[in-house]
């Protein structure tokens, strides 16, 4: 398996066949886990740094009772490789700066990986197309115990999972479902929504996680209370919020079809028009256009467009994934003509 | 002859088959005469107005020295057929508020038309497509003398053609020439022009006349100077300067396609997928992308893309066309969406 590999083909949770499919694109689950015997990398040098790694990646690589999984170490992959691999939500944008003694693992089918050596010594995680928060968890759950078996995890029996950072000692779990909202921001609904959720200690963060802005009318909403509640807890209160959530999206789509349909269809139809004969565009705007387009897709107003298409398109726009096709580096105002280029031959146009 | 038939075919001027027919869409003249025996207009009551009507009407409708001339009293017209008028530059916004004894004569292919008792008895127009300043100059000129044959005109052998304003006092003629000049406003140059012209006595306007912006590019310029300067003065004016301004135009779109080709089909290219594709769009951006269109056909960039359609649309997607063409009164909102749709139709897209 190779990082060419993964641009020939989007991972599972790109193709947007899930339950609840419209509205909620993925469902993830991570797990940090420590090694015991090993200092927490906040207090590591290089040298037990080399150690954890190569002791993990002989019990990944070996371990037959977790999908197979492909081990890179980061020192081997090239800047852009280790932004195809944000892209793709396979490591964090933290993990990707590491220069040493770090790298992650990943089953074919994007559904398992495990970074090595980012914040904790393993970060366990299971992403899966669409809300499957129960099942995602039952996955995450099977994988958390084969590892375990080969590697003794820190583990406080009062406490639950010792981690490098407090806030996720305990379950050491975090549940995300990332969610595609576009008439509740047209709308300005999704003030309310962010204001209930953070009531119930939810966050909300953009398409690649802390910090990043949303964009494209994606928002990731996680539960990071990890100490004191149970893994189950945690899945419940994402099936209790996230169907909310949904219902709220679809009854707002609704609505703006009911009382406003000649402009949000022509919302969608410029917005298709525009990713099919542009020869510039940034990465932001594409995203602004392909949110349309997954609308439009959905409420029935583009048809015969491939939902898979535009939902790979969301990352294979993106500047790693961009690059890593064309096969060489691009400055960013090249790389906008090139993704012009790009996106219309994807879409078959002219 | 109806004006529906205005709806079924676009005039001469509107083909854009004239020379230097990219940049010069239309070269016109028009002549201002008042009849001997009869006040001013400015002086007139209802009852003389009506006379004057009469007199002209038969002297025009009989005449077989011009080319044929069908009158149409404006009383007869609906507010939107004035509307297509206006928009066909056969009359003047003025003009079509006319209530009483007013009228025009249009022949069949609208190269020549008379309005009667706008602010003088007679208004006669000479338009031709592309850059034909001494042409239209023949013409009108023999059109005049036909119609003078027949109508003898206010003429004082000092001051020449007596007039209701003093400004058209003379040979109460004006040249007007529009000029589309996409290239020099999108790098700023247009102002240096509208400076140079200003210091020549030449006035600048949009593309419906006197005060009216100018709107997707087009920009109408006139000799307006009629008092001391023969007839033929103005029509050289007006060939020394015009091949100025286009050879201008011509450098900067040169310029713009070395220097910045990407980008600029890029604008040519959106502004034609939105054309396409549109589903709601005002009277203004219809302009202001069909003159990246036009652009575009000219520069090569859109290929197999008709010109004429293109010129046509101009004028088509005005609010007096759309409704004469969809044969209903549209309020604006309305007439946005049914604008979309009609030009989606014209363009053969989805």
Same mark, same amino acid.
């Given at each position: 398996m190779r990082i060419e590999d993964l641009i020939k083909e989007p991972g599972e949770w790109l193709r947007g066949t899930g339950p609840e499919g419209?509205?909620?694109?993925?469902?993830?689950?991570?797990?940090?886990?420590?090694?015991?015997g090993f200092p927490f990398l906040t207090r590591a040098d290089a040298k037990e740094r080399a150690r954890v790694e190569a002791f993990i990646r002989g019990k990944l690589e070996g371990n037959r009772t977790v999908p197979k999984l492909h081990y890179f170490p980061l020192a081997e992959l090239s800047a852009v490789d280790r932004l195809v691999l944000v892209e793709r939500h396979l490591i964090s944008r933290e993990h990707a700066t590491s220069e040493q003694n770090a790298g992650v693992a990943i089953a074919k089918d994007e559904c398992v990986s495990v970074m090595v050596n980012e914040e904790d010594h393993l970060r366990i995680? &299971?992403?899966?197309?669409?809300?499957?928060a129960a099942e995602t968890w039952d996955q995450a759950s099977q994988v958390d115990d084969a590892i375990g078996k080969k590697v003794p995890f820190s583990f406080h029996p009062e406490f639950g999972f010792l981690t490098a950072c407090p806030t996720n000692v305990g379950t050491g779990m975090r549940i995300s479902v990332l969610l595609h909202l576009p008439a509740l921001v047209l709308t300005k609904q999704i003030e309310k929504v962010f204001h209930a959720l953070g009531r119930i200690t939810f966050t909300v963060r953009g398409l690649y996680g802390e910090g990043t802005q949303a964009s494209g009318d994606f928002y990731q909403i996680s539960n990071q209370v990890t100490l004191g509640k149970a893994e189950q807890d945690l899945v419940q209160d994402m099936?209790? &919020?996230v169907p909310e959530i949904v219902r709220f999206e679809r009854t707002w789509r609704k609505r703006l079809m009911d009382e406003n349909r000649r402009k949000l269809e022509d919302r969608i139809w410029r917005a298709w028009a525009v990713l099919r004969h542009a020869r510039w565009i940034t990465s932001e705007e594409t995203l602004e256009y392909l949110s349309f387009v997954r609308l439009g897709v959905h409420l029935g107003v583009l048809q015969g467009v491939e939902l898979g298409t535009v939902n790979e398109l969301f990352v294979f726009s993106q500047p790693g994934h961009l690059q890593k096709t064309m096969n060489r580096a691009l400055e960013a105002g090249d790389r906008d003509a090139a993704?012009?280029?790009w996106i219309r031959k994807r879409l078959g146009a002219e």
């Open positions: 419209d509205i909620v694109i993925s469902s993830r689950i991570r797990l940090a886990r420590n090694v015991q995680q &299971v992403i899966r197309s669409g809300f499957l099936r209790n &919020v993704r012009a280029d």
